[in-house]
């Protein structure tokens, strides 16, 4: 493990994130992106995807995003990381959320990146609207889902559905 403190980046961005990368340092010798993009997809009932839409508890997410990124900066020997997911409407090809791994070896890069998405889809308070040609859905959970988690938008709780027994 280096002594050095790592650079950690953290963000919650309006719209796409940016691509843009950081200047890492010298001693490493392996960087990982992951940037996750909103797929084109089509619903059978709803038609094509026109946008994803994250609402997000900002405070809360930033503070959770550092934590993690100096938790696997030091279980991995990361130098450098860069952590940035989108708020508000991410149309198809756009990325939603981009991580960036710099460790002084290739395997905890690419470990040290997964384990940050991973992380990022089961902790942080960050839920994503579907909107389609002709309505809308919300994926319960982020993370490990399928389209059969899919739910009517009339069905959320924050939508006020009488479906509650």
């Known amino acids: ?46 038609g094509k995807l026109i946008r994803l839409s994250y609402e997000v508890y900002e405070p809360m997410s930033l503070k959770l995003m550092q934590t993690m990124c100096e938790e696997i900066a030091k279980q991995f020997d990361a130098r450098a990381i860069r952590m940035i ?10 990325g939603s959320v981009v991580i960036q791994v710099a460790t002084p070896h290739r395997s905890e890069s690419f470990t040290a990146c997964k384990a940050l998405i991973d992380r990022l889809k089961h ?41 509650h027994g």
């Open 85 to 94: 997911h989108s708020k508000g409407d991410v149309a198809p090809g756009e």
């Open 1 to 46: 493990m280096s002594a050095m403190q790592p650079e950690i980046q953290i963000a919650i961005g309006d719209g796409p994130v940016s691509m843009d990368t950081m200047n890492w340092p010298g001693d490493c010798g392996a960087e990982c992106i992951f940037v996750g993009r909103t797929r084109d997809e089509v619903h059978p009932k709803y």
């Open 123 to 163: 902790e942080l308070p960050i839920w994503k609207r579907e909107i389609w040609e002709s309505g809308e859905t919300y994926v319960e959970g982020c993370c490990a889902h399928h389209p059969d988690d899919r739910k009517d938008i009339s069905e959320h709780p924050s939508q006020g559905s009488q479906n």
